[in-house]
């Protein structure tokens, strides 16, 4: 699956990441349009809606997909898209992981230890 999804994206006019594999990048025009896989799951990003919707197009052409709309929550990371970006947290994972271990209502400690404090 993987060398084929990196050969369709190779001959879309992508250029894989050298740093990060599993992400892949294509510019047209002024428009830069990301597509990050993870296993069988593709995450787009792009410049314009249009680049976006141009992609999902091309995409459907060759294989079987569905479209889920705005990534919201995945793995573990809520994702909130802006005009001024993209905000990633896990703060509903940090509660999940609080009440599993009985601890969501323990007492908030800022810092473990007296800040500043000079240890020997």
């Not at 141009?54 to 294989?63: A, G, R, V």
């Not at 609080?98 to 000079?118: D, I, K, R, S, V």
């Amino acid at each position: 699956w993987n060398e084929k999804l990196n050969q369709t994206l190779k001959s879309l006019g992508f250029e894989r990441c050298s740093k990060e594999p599993s992400v892949y990048q294509k510019r047209v025009r002024q428009d830069t349009l990301l597509v990050a896989v993870y296993v069988d799951d593709l995450f787009v990003s792009g410049s314009s809606e249009k680049i976006v919707t141009e992609f999902k197009i091309e995409m459907e052409l060759k294989f079987e997909m569905s479209d889920l709309g705005r990534l919201s929550y995945y793995l573990g990371i809520e994702v909130c898209q802006h005009k001024g970006g993209i905000t990633l947290s896990q703060r509903r994972y940090a509660l999940k992981i609080l009440e599993e271990a009985g601890m969501l209502e323990c007492n908030l400690a800022h810092t473990p230890m007296e800040a500043g404090l000079q240890l020997s």
